[in-house]
């Protein structure tokens, strides 16, 4: 008899049921479901930590393909919390996973999560528990893999955002900054950006002159187009911002408002009419993985169930180049896969006259 785990952690996105699916079908296939058991562990490592847990079964997964969000709920867990004793239940929250995992005698626990959660799976493995993990998020920053799923569709759906934002924009002659999420790393903004024609990209990796992104909304003004699509992360921030330390950086923020905000309030009297914000927010993590991330997840999931009936544990499966390949945790643990400033898309897009205000 097989027992194997799941979780899903951090913030959603487009293809986690999938993706789980694409593990449990592997597995009964190879084995038969009579031989599986299936623990599907509620909203992230609160369900392992607290014991809440239900026990599932092929069919649980079946016909979840095309389902966005997750089928076991999520949260957020801090990995620099994991560590710390509960403050509520005085519980140690590390042993207390151990012990859930020992109780349910699981042969692997299958963590579908970003950065932090990796880490904490990276931990788990280091602690002696088998765990294999699929790289989720709609950021694509997870370092050691060339993609994650989630990313494809939320591109579409920003994407869709810049498309409807511009006809009114061109009806009105406005000013739009569209608002993408991202508060470290840009790959988001910066594909749909391209993607839907911005005339100037802001990304976090990428500190912004005000005076710049000004000289890009006159210039169009004074052309026929006469209006501008700005697309900033939400994490973009200006030269001056970057020179902040982190705390220093993070009050002001609190202070100031989000990143469009605070650019439309530096543009006010440096460029003439209207200037509106448009964020499509939680939209982007919501809804139907789009046929890319469904196949990629299920594909992703086949890849980890493969290496779970394989048993080779303490791995991430990662996109390299056209294959699926499993890379170690430990490599994968605390690093970010940041836009590279002279980088290929980058580059692209200046040369198509995209400006990045710099
Ligand atoms: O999951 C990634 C992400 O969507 C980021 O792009 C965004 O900054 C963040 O999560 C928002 O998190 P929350 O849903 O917790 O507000």
């Known amino acids: 008899m097989k027992r194997i785990g799941f979780l899903t952690s951090g913030g959603d996105c487009q293809g986690l049921n999938p993706a789980m699916r694409g593990v449990t079908e592997t597995i009964c296939t190879a084995l038969g479901e009579k031989n599986v058991e299936f623990y599907g562990f509620e909203d992230g490592y609160k369900g392992l930590i607290y014991g809440k847990y239900r026990k599932m079964t092929r069919a649980d997964f079946a016909g979840i393909q095309n389902m966005g969000g997750t089928i076991l709920g999520t949260s957020r867990e801090p990995f620099k919390y994991i560590q710390v004793i509960d403050p509520e239940t005085g519980l140690d929250k590390v042993k207390e996973m151990k012990k859930t995992y020992s109780k349910l005698k699981l042969d692997c626990l299958v963590v579908l999560g970003g950065n932090g959660s ?11 528990l088998n765990v294999v993990t699929l790289p989720k998020t709609i950021d694509n920053d997870i370092w050691g893999t060339d993609m994650t799923f989630g990313c494809h569709t939320a591109v579409e759906i920003a994407t869709e955002a810049i498309d409807r934002t511009r006809t009114t924009a061109a009806s009105h002659s406005r000013t739009f900054l569209v608002e993408i999420m991202g508060h470290k790393v840009g790959w988001l903004a910066l594909e749909a950006g391209i993607a839907g024609g911005a005339d100037a990209i802001l990304l976090p990796e990428i500190p912004y002159s005000v005076n710049k992104v000004a000289s890009v909304i006159k210039k169009n003004a004074k052309s026929s187009r006469k209006y501008s699509i700005i697309v900033v992360a939400e994490g973009a921030m200006t030269k001056d911002e970057a020179k902040m330390s982190k ?13 469009s905000d605070r650019l439309a309030k530096s543009l006010e009297g440096k460029v003439e009419g209207e200037i509106r914000c448009v964020v499509p927010g939680h939209t982007q993590r919501g809804g139907n993985p789009c046929a890319y991330d469904r196949r990629f997840a299920t594909e992703l999931g086949a890849a980890a169930g493969q290496l779970i009936l394989d048993e080779k544990y303490g791995f991430m499966v990662a996109l390299k180049g056209d294959k699926l390949e499993p890379v170690p945790l430990s490599e994968v643990a605390g690093k970010l896969k940041y836009v590279p400033v002279d980088g290929e898309e980058v580059k692209y897009a200046k040369a198509l006259g995209i400006s990045f205000a710099d």
Request: net charge neutral; no cysteine; aromatic share 4%.
């Open 247 to 259: 705390k220093e950086r993070n009050a002001h923020f609190a202070e100031t408002g989000t990143a």
């Open 118 to 128: 990796t880490k904490t799976a990276n931990l788990l493995s280091e602690q002696g």
